[in-house]
């Protein structure tokens, strides 16, 4: 599956506001495939694991606080070149450097609350999956 699935989780302030349909709109148009998604939560503990990558870093504690808040959509998605497809399509990381049109311009409330979150890599994009789905849910 490597090159052909990125993950994805619409957070917690994308939630909030109701972009869920939204931004799952905005995915199938890219071409992308839904080949897993549920609506959840993450505990603290399992935002602190999911980002252990970024313990060391001056947010960590705020993403993990914030991932944590309330529930996300979690989903794995096909398409050849999904990675990169898709980091294109959320566009940048802070809302007012992205592209418009991308979820991020359109959706992102700022860069601390960006709307989603998108594998920066195949090695990610299994790692990721792994995380929140077994090999049943994936289809």
Do not use: C, W
Not at 54 to 66: D, M, S, T
Not at 75 to 93: P, S
Not at 99 to 118: D, L, P, Y
Request: glycine share 8%; proline share 3%.
């Amino acid at each position: 599956m490597s090159g052909n699935i990125t993950f994805t989780m619409i957070k917690p302030d994308a939630v909030e506001d109701g972009y869920i349909g939204a931004i799952l709109g905005k995915i199938s148009e890219a071409g992308f495939k839904i080949k897993a998604l549920k609506l959840t939560q993450l505990t603290i503990d399992d935002a602190k694991k999911f980002y252990e990558i970024h313990k060391e870093r001056p947010f960590y504690n705020e993403l993990v606080q914030f991932m944590s808040r309330g529930p996300i959509v979690a989903a794995v998605l096909e398409k050849n070149n999904a990675v990169e497809d898709f980091r294109t399509l959320i566009g940048a990381t802070n809302p007012e450097n992205a592209a418009e049109g991308t979820i991020r311009k359109t959706f992102a409330r700022s860069v601390g609350e960006n709307a989603v979150h998108g594998s920066d890599s195949d090695e990610n994009a299994l790692i990721e999956t792994r995380f929140h789905f077994s090999g049943r849910d994936v289809f």
